[in-house]
Structures are given as C-alpha cells and as structure tokens.
C-alpha cells in the first residue's frame, strides 16, 4: 500500500524559505519509472503543479516558479524534499506531494508511456504571513 | 506553456443526469498524458482517469475518459451523490505539467 505524509511549518514570514518534506511508503525511489512530484492548491482555488523528480535523479519544475523552486531526495529515508526560497503571501496554499510514476502500457502492438499522479498525500497547510 | 481550459465552470445536475465536462488544450496532446483528477472539499485529489480513457484502479464504471488532440471529455454516466465535487484535468505531455481551473458539479 502506497502512503505519502507532507510535512513542514505551518507559518512563514514573507522572504523565508519553505522546506517541505515528503515521506512516503510502499514504493521506493530507486525503482525505474518510479516518481514523486508537487502539487499546490490556494484557498479556493485550482491545483497548481509545482515540481516532479524521478528515479534517475530527472527534475522538472514549473517555469513560473522555476528560480524559487528545487526538489531532492533521500532514497535511503524515503523522502522528497521541496524548497521554495523567498517566500510571498501569494505562496499561501495547501501543499501536496503524490506518487507519479511513469506506466509502460501495452496499446495493440505498441506500448505507450502513461504519466499521472495516482496516490496522493492529504496536503498541509502553508500561511505566509 | 500548454494551458488547459475546462468547461463549464459550473455544471448544475441531479442525481441521476449524466454529466459531461470538457477539457481543451492549447496545442495537441497525445493522450497518454492527459489525466482527471475528483477533489471534494477539504480533501486530496484523486485520480479517476489516465492516458485520457484508462480508469483508475476502484474507479467506477460511470466515469469514462475520451478525446484525443485538443478536446478531452470526461463522462459521468450517471451521477451519484458522491460525484459532486470539482474535476480538474491535467497533462503531462510538456516538461511542465500543468492543470484545468477545474469544473464544480453541484447539485
């Protein structure tokens, strides 16, 4: 069964950094196709992908928050960690990590890759303030 | 940036109806990177549909994905009381993901 846990504090000052960690269970972050990636959410607002890193160490990031953003991990813990520098009321958000990983499916005679995010956390809460 | 549009903003039902929400991209997709997510309030998203007509494993039946290209569809056959909710689609198909503002199915 798969699991994922945010953690993180719960209240920044504006121009802090936010370290985010991700711990998870039941897969592990050293398995091929295997990865996790970032999610926001603002009060009352839409979902807002932030970041994604993969088995082989692949980082991807939003290209509006690119400079402010970096993902690492610790296979060995089980962990993802998320920072987010120079942090704005705007940053207000609930922040989740998912499970992503990258399926190799069979279509006929052909085989797709399938990239989705389908075991999340349950988020936690940031307040910039 | 691949931006993706949904609509309606809103889609007022019944128990019941059949619901149909829509789900445009920018420039084409190729399907195996366009998924739909269910989030009710206070809780985490979760996934319904992948690679834009595979359920999700638990998913039920009522729920179907298609499209290819630019339009994506999501079909509630039936709704149920616990469909009404907001959908959000979301693609994988450029180095930066991104989502839909999403769709409310309210009663």
């Known amino acids: 069964q798969i699991t994922l846990k945010e953690s993180g504090p719960a209240l920044v000052k504006p121009t802090q950094t936010l370290t985010l960690t991700c711990t998870f269970s039941g897969f592990s972050l050293t398995n091929s196709g295997v990865g996790v990636a970032w999610i926001r959410q603002p009060p009352g607002k839409a979902l807002e992908w932030l970041s994604v890193?993969?088995?082989?160490?692949?980082?991807r990031y939003s290209p509006s928050l690119k400079s402010r953003l970096t993902i690492a991990k610790d296979t060995s813990q089980n962990q993802v960690v998320l920072t987010l520098t120079n942090m704005d009321p705007a940053d207000t958000a609930t922040y989740y990590c998912a499970h992503s990983p990258i399926a190799v499916l069979p279509v006929g005679a052909n085989l797709y890759s399938y990239y989705y995010m389908d075991v999340w956390g349950e988020g936690t809460t940031v307040t910039v303030s | 940036e691949l931006v993706l549009t949904q609509s309606p903003g809103t889609l007022s039902l019944s128990p019941g109806e059949r619901a149909t929400l829509s789900c445009r991209a920018s420039q084409s997709l190729s399907s195996s990177y366009l998924a739909w997510y269910q989030q009710k309030p206070g809780q985490a998203p979760r996934l319904l549909v992948y690679g834009a007509s595979r359920r999700a494993t638990g998913i039920p039946d009522r729920f179907s994905g298609s499209g290819s290209g630019t339009d994506f569809t999501l079909t509630i056959s039936r709704l149920e009381s616990e469909d009404f909710a907001v959908y959000y689609c979301q693609q994988s198909g450029s180095s930066q993901w991104t989502f839909g503002q999403g769709t409310k199915v309210e009663i």
């Open positions: 890193i993969y088995w082989d160490d692949d980082k």
